[in-house]
């Protein structure tokens, strides 16, 4: 058994070194082959140092959201986790994410749905955890020091910074040296719009549902890093040019329908996309 775990070792060893090699050829033929239209034109270094790490797979990454009572920031109801680990799924077409659910217990009477939509009972994983504040903590802590200590792992989040602002209110420190890849200051490189998430996975063609429900918040900013930091897609989705799209005037109605309601939108067939439009997508 020890030799089969040593042959088997050795081998997922070459094939993630060979991943990782090709990995790097792309991303430096991406780097040497794009002309960069960003708001900012010294941004490039930046966009490299957030997708380096992502793209390659070099480490887990670790993303997390938090949700507030609308009616009183300070008290925290839930938190989402969700890790992508490429040790052992160097070929998988589709990522395998870990996903965790964390309801306050002290607050879980409170509930939005005035400012913000209240999902707190909508996690699309189907099993929510409701946890003391100390519970919360010593849980967070033992994952944040595997993945992110240990393993050198990288925290992702959209608007990463407030996020850690979040936990550390909550008594859990994230150390000041966690390399971190956030979602919002990859995707305004080329936008002056808000990049709201929803805004993020719409544009990357990622389907979504009952965001603000942390647990959600924190699966979809994974895979809209994972998008958005890798270099075929950005071209696909024409992300390394300015972004000088008008956006439509909405209503009231209209904002508060788009904010919270996840129903679509019914077309006929004048609307819908020919064969050869659905095929050239």
């Known amino acids: ?15 993630a070194a060979a991943v990782q090699l090709e990995l790097a050829k792309n991303l430096e ?7 960069f239209d960003f708001v900012d034109k010294t941004q490039v270094k930046l966009l490299r140092d957030q997708i380096s790490p992502v793209y390659l797979r070099t480490a887990p990454l670790v993303a997390i959201d938090v949700e507030a009572y609308e009616r009183a920031q300070l008290k925290v109801t839930e938190i989402g986790v969700a890790v992508y680990d490429p040790q052992g799924q160097w070929l998988l077409p589709t990522p395998q994410i870990k996903t965790l659910h964390i309801l306050s217990k002290e607050n879980i009477r409170l509930h939005n749905g005035t400012y913000v939509p209240d999902r707190k009972y909508y996690f699309n994983g189907g099993t929510s955890y409701s946890m003391t504040a100390r519970e919360l ?3 967070l802590d ?12 990288i925290l992702v989040g959209h608007d990463v910074k407030g996020d850690i602002k979040w936990l550390s209110k909550l008594g859990i420190q994230v150390a000041p040296n966690t390399p971190t890849v956030d979602t919002l200051k990859i995707y305004q490189l ?11 996975l719409r544009r990357m063609n990622i389907p979504h549902a009952n ?9 979809y900013t994974l895979l809209a890093a994972l998008s958005i930091c890798d270099p075929e897609q950005r071209r696909r989705s024409e992300l390394d040019s300015v972004d000088t799209e008008e956006l439509p005037t ?9 904010k919270f309601s996840d129903e679509v939108t019914v077309c006929g067939m004048k609307e819908a996309p020919s064969a050869s439009d659905f095929i050239a997508m």
């Open 142 to 153: 033992l994952i944040f020091s595997h993945y992110l200590k240990e393993r050198s792992g």
């Open 137 to 139: 903590q010593t849980l």
């Open 190 to 200: 080329t936008t002056r719009q808000n990049g709201s998430l929803r805004k993020i």
């Open 211 to 219: 965001l603000h429900n942390a647990a959600n918040d924190a699966y």
């Open 250 to 258: 909405l209503t009231k109605r209209e904002k508060f329908k788009a």
């Open 29 to 35: 033929s991406y780097f040497a082959r794009t002309e």
């Open 1 to 15: 058994m020890t030799l089969i775990r040593l042959i088997f070792g050795r081998k997922m060893n070459s094939i």
